[in-house]
């Protein structure tokens, strides 16, 4: 069944990445309702190996803009909401009650590489799914790199070191003279081919 065109909008084709929002706040409750939703997004043998810390307060804004590059500290400081999307090498050992159909936790054990691809794929699948439930929820986003990844690994994931940070994303109500001009979007055949 098609979604419609209004949902099309508002998830992709009019949706955008914000650089700045309005000062209208997110609740703590709307936190939860994107986690709820993006954590059905499907990853390998439902892995779920990202682990997100929601910058609200300004100490951890401001923790975590100290780890950014020029142009995306003053992003973190305004947007109401940040997020760190973290990717756990260790997400295996939660197979067990996460995927409970076979013993897919020896597929893991004692095979670090295979880990960290699979931890890498799969949790920026989830911070894809953050950005599609954050849209579907009314709310925008600002996804990025720029970052010193070992800074913020050190301030947000020091206690959990088979953690490290993905990527970052700003979180609100996004200001519509925050965005630039719609960048290009090639037709299917320049980066496409069916075989």
């Not at 990717?87 to 197979?95: R, W």
């Amino acid at each position: 069944m098609n979604i419609g065109q209004a949902a099309l909008d508002q998830l992709f084709l009019k949706a955008r990445s914000y650089n700045g929002y309005t000062d209208e706040p997110v609740a703590e409750a709307e936190l939860h309702a994107i986690w709820d939703v993006m954590k059905m997004g499907p990853t390998s043998a439902n892995q779920l190996p990202a682990r997100m810390v929601w910058c609200v307060s300004q100490e951890s804004k401001e923790t975590l803009a100290a780890a950014c590059s020029a142009q995306n500290a003053p992003k973190i400081m305004s947007a109401p909401v940040s997020v760190v999307i973290g990717m756990d090498t260790d997400f295996h050992e939660h197979l067990p009650d996460l995927f409970p159909h076979a013993d897919a936790k020896a597929w893991f054990d004692g095979n670090r590489e295979l880990r960290e691809a699979s931890a890498f794929r799969n949790s920026s699948l989830q911070g894809a799914y953050l950005i599609m439930a954050a849209r579907a929820l009314g709310l925008d986003t600002g996804p990025m790199s720029g970052f010193d990844g070992g800074k913020v690994d050190a301030a947000f994931f020091a206690d959990t070191p088979s953690v490290r940070t993905n990527f970052i994303s700003t979180l609100g109500h996004g200001d519509p003279a925050s965005v630039y001009a719609r960048s290009p979007r090639p037709a299917f055949e320049r980066f496409n081919r069916i075989a």
